[in-house]
């Protein structure tokens, strides 16, 4: 299949906006009195490009960046982590800074996998389908409806998995509610900015995909 170079550039977009986030959670932001991560910054940009993904290309272009940005997520873990392993230089005093800011604890590594996989699919699966059953109408309700659905279960089980048996349930209930809310806020807020890139983009490519035959299987290579 041959790729635009508009869809290519909005899947450089949505994988390095990932890649950003995971490197950038290490550092704890206090918003209002709410401890989060600093991904928090940019990590919902990735929510708002899948959105875009969807709704011009379709599940099936969205489902080959978020597998695009899965890979590419490994690969950037692996080095850095292959980066750890390998023989300071004598004179270099950076290793304990090094492994304290970059180096993964595997529950919270896995955690993260998991929860962006299962929450940028369903997010992709929603909107899709609510564009079918709009007619393609209220692009608003649909982005941010999706998200809703998405970011919740995203935000649940990266907290749940990393943090269950290590805080109590009753702050791992307000980190997901905090972390759902603000994440959403922050998609709604960038609704006219969708609208114009989506705009933009039906434009340019001269698509606009209703994923009414589409197999929405997330493993399926297939559109």
């Known amino acids: 299949m041959k790729y635009s170079g508009w869809y290519l550039i909005v899947a450089a977009v949505f994988i390095a906006a990932l890649i950003a986030a995971n490197i950038i959670a290490v550092k704890l932001i206090d918003v209002w009195g709410y401890i989060l991560p600093a991904a928090i910054i940019v990590f919902p940009v ?6 875009v993904l969807t709704e011009v290309y379709g599940y099936a272009g969205a489902r080959r960046v978020i597998w695009l ?3 590419s997520n490994l690969i950037v873990v692996a080095a850095i982590w292959l ?3 390998l ?13 304290q800011i970059l180096g993964f604890i595997p529950r919270i590594l896995a955690a993260s996998f998991v929860a962006y996989l299962v929450g940028e699919f369903v997010n992709s699966y929603v909107l899709a389908k609510m564009k079918i059953a709009m007619d393609g109408r209220h692009l608003w309700a649909r982005t941010i409806g999706s998200t809703l659905v998405g970011q919740f279960l995203d935000s649940t089980i990266f907290i749940v998995l ?8 009753s702050v791992l209930v307000t980190m997901v509610i905090t972390q759902w809310l603000m994440k959403s806020a922050y998609e709604a807020l960038a609704t006219p900015l969708t609208y ?3 705009g933009f983009l039906k434009r340019k490519e001269g698509i606009d995909v209703y994923d009414r035959e589409t197999k929405f299987n997330p493993l399926s290579i297939s559109d």
């Open 196 to 198: 114009a890139v989506v």
């Open 46 to 51: 990735s929510y708002i490009v899948g959105d």
């Open 162 to 169: 990393a943090f269950a048996g290590i805080l109590p349930p």
């Open 87 to 99: 023989p300071a230089a004598g004179f270099w005093q950076g290793q304990e800074a090094y492994d």
């Open 83 to 85: 980066g750890g392993l």
């Open 69 to 71: 940005g899965f890979l």
